[in-house]
């Protein structure tokens, strides 16, 4: 399918994305590049990285948002190289399967620090720049599991709640000098993340991972998975003007996985 040609809402526009290597990170970085942005990609995973911005002619800067020195070192180069930052997509997170009957220190910790601490490390340095200028808008990537969290997800709720609730304060504090905070909540996305989740629950229900599949998309509306195009789309929608009067919104974008009847389902 082709490409759509977009208006360049984001022309002359600076963004950085966060977990710009793969599923919805790689995607948001797509999107606006299609509407005219200039992108900083940021992750880990150096290879799959400099491939999203080598496909999209996105700028590739390698960061580890769990050390704020690297984050703050970052945030520096893209003022040096661009001399401001008009938005920033928080998208890098990960997940562990874990109850709170058998989390681990370690697996909390680390999915708190990535999830959570990293999303507040990134605002953090990027957002004195912004209420400088009286201009910018932060949208983070959380998830339903903050409001509707299942079995096996402890430490990846708790971290995505955390989100949730930064959003909101952040969205008071900023709002009054220009700077727009905002949350997007994905339901099921067919991410690589998404792919290791399934195989787990796979392994914990005894099926195999096409009827894991089978449970859970019986319980979205809509009835399948989201593409990390549709995120993408709903992230480029919050950093846009488009939405120049929502702050502090949470968006869940799930397909209608948390209706009452929906939620029913076997």
């Not at 808008?137 to 402890?154: D, I, L, P, T």
């Not at 195999?208 to 195009?229: C, H, N, S």
Request: charged share 20%.
């Amino acid at each position: 399918m082709d490409t759509p040609i977009l208006e360049p809402r984001f022309a002359g526009k600076v963004v950085m994305v966060s977990g710009a290597a793969s599923g919805i990170g790689a995607a948001v970085v797509e999107r606006l590049r299609t509407e005219g942005a200039q992108v900083v990609a940021v992750g880990l995973q150096w290879d799959l990285l400099t491939q999203v911005a080598h496909d999209w002619g996105a700028t590739a800067l390698s960061c580890d948002v769990t050390d704020d020195v690297q984050v703050k070192a970052v945030v520096a180069q893209v003022l040096s190289l661009y001399g401001r930052l008009d938005a920033l997509v928080n998208a890098a997170g990960m997940v562990f399967n874990d109850d709170a009957a058998s989390i681990t220190d370690e697996a909390w910790i680390r999915t708190l620090d990535v999830n959570a601490t990293g999303t507040m490390r990134l605002m953090r340095a990027v957002l004195p720049g912004m209420l400088a200028r009286n201009s910018g808008s932060v949208v983070n990537v959380a998830s339903v599991a903050a409001f509707n969290a299942g079995a096996g997800m402890a430490s990846y709720a708790a971290s995505k709640a955390a989100v949730v609730a930064l959003t909101r304060s952040a969205a008071t504090s900023c709002g009054p000098r220009g700077v727009r905070v905002n949350a997007l909540c994905p339901g099921w996305v067919r991410t690589p993340m998404s792919e290791r989740e399934l195989q787990d629950m796979a392994q914990a229900w005894g099926v195999t991972e096409a009827q894991a599949e089978e449970r859970t998309v019986a319980r979205i509306a809509l009835g399948r998975m989201a593409r990390p195009t549709e995120m993408a789309a709903a992230c480029a929608f919050l950093a846009s003007e488009d939405a120049s009067f929502v702050n502090g919104a949470v968006l869940v974008a799930d397909g209608g996985a948390r209706t009452p009847a929906t939620a029913r389902a076997n």
